[in-house]
DNA sequence: TCCTTATGTATAAGAATCTTAGGTATCAAA
DNA sequence: TTTGATACCTAAGATTCTTATACATAAGGA
């Protein structure tokens, strides 16, 4: 995902956040988005990402929605009604998050 | 260390960076300073705590220094050489995260 | 006096998230 | 025809954390 141990723990957030933006979105797309929205910085692996996926729909947070597109497979997930609650908390968490780490390292600021 | 998973993986970020700061200090006093700066945000469980450190110092970030105050053990830590130039490198990496982290979810501030 | 809280360190079992490495399949381009 | 892009998937192992437990001293209240 990246050389650094930061990002574990962020996938679901940002999996949640872009389908928050996109109505809906496939894997392959969401790995092709964040490579984009990050100037490769960051690449999410497969290996996380579909059971990401799997644990958010399983969670209720997502449905899927199977589309055939030049003969090959696409899952589509969408947030349900709880996942697009579920995005505001993982954005407040986020929020809160950095507003910690930076009374933290830069405490003068604080 | 918080109900949020965001902060799995900063650990070592925050303990180089407050032994950074601090020339020395010991695990309890790490866990109330932590809680203290973020207003009892995050809280740093021993669990967490010491083998994070034993790793720092195996890995020759960190010098430990054994002492006794009110009859009681204290280790004190410090940085080493090399860990005050991973202190620069994790601190790098933690405002790199968060520049990423906000073209995700903030993408018209990118 | 006894019990709790604070101080101080430590480890072990299990959960959660990720990496790495594989597997399957279609399509376009070299 | 082989490579790269597209598109899905899983399993083994690494890493980091939580939870629970253990040991020990000191101070304070019931």
Chains 1, 2 share one sequence.
Do not use: C, F, W
């Amino acid at each position: 995902m990246s050389n650094s141990k930061l990002y574990k723990g962020s996938l679901t957030t940002i999996i949640l956040k872009l389908l928050n933006e996109n109505d809906k979105m496939y894997g392959y797309e969401i790995t092709q988005r964040v490579k984009e929205l990050t100037k490769g910085e960051l690449k999410i692996t497969e290996g996380a990402l579909y059971p990401a996926l799997h644990k958010l729909e399983a969670e209720g947070l997502l449905d899927v929605e199977v589309a055939k597109v030049d003969n090959r497979l696409r899952k589509y997930y969408k947030l349900t009604e709880s996942g697009t609650k579920e995005t505001v908390n993982k954005l407040e968490e986020l929020a809160e998050y950095i507003k910690t780490m930076q009374a933290l390292v830069n405490p003068k600021l604080a």
